[in-house]
């Protein structure tokens, strides 16, 4: 298994700024997700984060929106640019198993992002 | 492209009575399928999990899942509800890669 810390659990902040969402996991993991929860939907990938490429962006986000770094094999943030009251939601970092597919993804606790 | 549902946002039961969620999948491809909760103010945890080994899967906290081909389903159950089970409900599926794509969630409310 894998622990997964976020930091921060939760933020208020202004719109037009920006926020950066840490995720640490306690072992070495290849792939780092980052979903996104918006209030009572369900789980959204919006990227995957490789350790030494850029990230991998789904459908309908952009690296301007959302930059990720992922300096090492423990480690990745999210921004959250240019915030506005539509970028409120709970954004959750995860990793899989090392079997890959077939084995569950764990998550962190999530920040829960409230834009005002 | 691989597809979840999950019929039914909201599910209550009585406490004792059988918990029954539903989940179905898309798939050209035998999928991996999984089940996982989620508690207020908390992230995932999974429950349990179909990796094309037996049909019928048991998880933690006395839920199982079947995994039924013909149907292209994998609905949750759980014998006797518990007040603890309160919580969101979420399938997904992989085509084994790595992508999980996740249902809309089932609210699951336990009543006295």
């Known amino acids: 298994s894998a622990v997964i810390s976020q930091k921060p659990s939760r933020d208020i902040c202004q719109r037009g700024t920006s926020l950066t969402i840490q995720c640490q996991v306690d072992s070495q993991v290849t792939m780092m997700f980052w979903y996104r929860q918006q209030p009572g939907q369900s789980l959204t990938l919006i990227a995957t984060a490789n350790q030494g490429s850029e990230a991998t962006y789904e459908s309908g986000f952009v690296i301007d929106k959302f930059p990720i770094s992922r300096p090492n094999l423990t480690f990745s943030t999210l921004t959250v640019s240019n915030m506005s009251p539509e970028d409120s939601s709970i954004y959750l970092c995860s990793v899989q198993g090392p079997q890959g597919g077939n084995t569950e993804a764990f998550f962190g606790q999530g920040t829960r992002l409230t834009v005002v | 492209a691989q597809s979840v549902t999950q019929l039914g946002s909201h599910v209550s039961v009585s406490e004792g009575a059988l918990v029954l969620l539903r989940c179905n999948y898309s798939?050209?491809?035998?999928?991996?399928l999984f089940w996982y909760v989620q508690y207020p103010n908390q992230g995932l945890q999974l429950l349990l999990k179909?990796?094309?080994?037996?049909?019928l899967v048991k998880g933690i906290n006395g839920f199982e899942a079947e995994f039924k081909k013909s149907e292209t389903s994998f609905h949750l159950t759980k014998p006797s509800a518990h007040m603890s089970d309160a919580a969101e409900y979420f399938c997904?599926?992989?085509?084994?890669?790595?992508?999980?794509?996740f249902g809309t969630g089932t609210q699951l409310k336990v009543e006295l």
């Open positions: 798939s050209s491809v035998p999928p991996y």
């Open positions: 997904a599926a992989t085509g084994g890669g790595n992508k999980l794509t």
């Open positions: 179909y990796t094309s080994a037996a049909t």
